[in-house]
């Protein structure tokens, strides 16, 4: 745990916040810590609904149109920003697409798609604000929209684990690069679970079976899972107070990370290998 940090009439950058958590984020960011918000989405209808309701109930924000696996999109998005708005105090990296498929199915345009969009995304989004977020005297913050997807490991959904699993260690890389310099910049990890967002009826399927587990996915998420509203409560109290590690169902992660974690040490259980002696 860091710091406290105080989000109160700064600037928040949140991609992917024209639906689901970071449309959410976005909203709470502006109506119940009075953040001034840039709304980034690929999607312009969208980001602009989205604003409108932060400005009809009173808030500031801004609509800006990225793909976020686009690194000349996002420094444009950054430099418009920046010379707009100054610097930022939180820089969200939210955007995600979901793919599902055994791995062997998987068509390579939708793996690619979804490292393309999930992992580099997040990378060109902080990358594109660091330099200034690290110079700045104010502490700010970056916060990655992992999974509990990044924490353990299930059939059917490869190329998504694969890169949730990415996100969380580049915020875990990038907060020990942050730390080795002094910088005043804290990282944290979102691992959602269960919420009821678009993300599987957006999804890519690479063949039947694929889409009749999306659409299981899908179904199960509208009537099962969290609001996004209630996972933007939780994780910006959770930054206000420093948190590292943000579960939104820390019983359901424990749940995926144990198995996993498991499979990892079970090479340790033999012990050292023994050394030959002449």
């Given amino acids: 745990m860091s710091a406290p940090l105080d989000l109160a009439g700064r ?43 932060i400005r009809t109930a009173g808030g500031q924000a801004w609509a800006a149109v990225a793909d976020v696996a686009d690194w000349d ?14 610097a930022p105090a939180l820089v969200v990296c939210n955007a995600g697409v979901e793919t599902t498929g055994l791995f062997w199915e998987t068509a390579p345009e939708h793996w690619a ?52 699993h990415a996100v969380r260690v580049m915020a875990q890389a990038l907060a020990a690069d942050l730390e080795s310099v002094a910088a005043p910049v804290g990282v944290s990890v979102l691992l959602p679970g269960v919420v009821a967002t678009r993300i599987f009826d ?17 179904d199960y998420l509208r009537s099962a899972g969290v609001t996004p509203d209630s996972i933007a409560t939780r994780t ?12 939104d169902d820390p019983a359901l992660s424990r749940r995926m990370l144990e198995p996993h974690a498991a499979d990892l040490l079970a090479g340790l259980e033999a012990g050292e290998p023994e050394v030959a002696t002449a």
């Fill in 73 to 86: 999109q996002v420094a444009r998005l950054a430099q418009e920003t920046l010379r707009a708005h100054g």
């Fill in 113 to 164: 798609r979804t490292q393309s969009i999930n992992v580099n995304g997040a990378f060109h989004l902080a990358r594109a604000f660091l330099p200034t977020m690290v110079s700045g005297e104010q502490r700010s913050q970056l916060l990655f929209t992992s999974s509990i997807a990044g924490v353990g490991i299930s059939a059917g959904q490869s190329a998504y684990h694969v890169s949730k």
């Fill in 11 to 53: 600037l928040a950058v949140i991609s992917g916040a024209g639906s689901g958590i970071g449309e959410a984020l976005a909203t709470r960011a502006a109506l119940d810590h009075a953040m001034q918000v840039v709304v980034a989405d690929v999607d312009a209808g969208r980001a602009d609904a989205v604003v409108e309701t």
């Fill in 236 to 247: 910006l109290t959770a930054l206000l107070a420093g948190e590292r590690w943000i579960h």
């Fill in 202 to 218: 957006d999804a890519t399927a690479s063949n039947p079976q694929a889409e009749q587990l999306r659409a299981t996915y899908a």
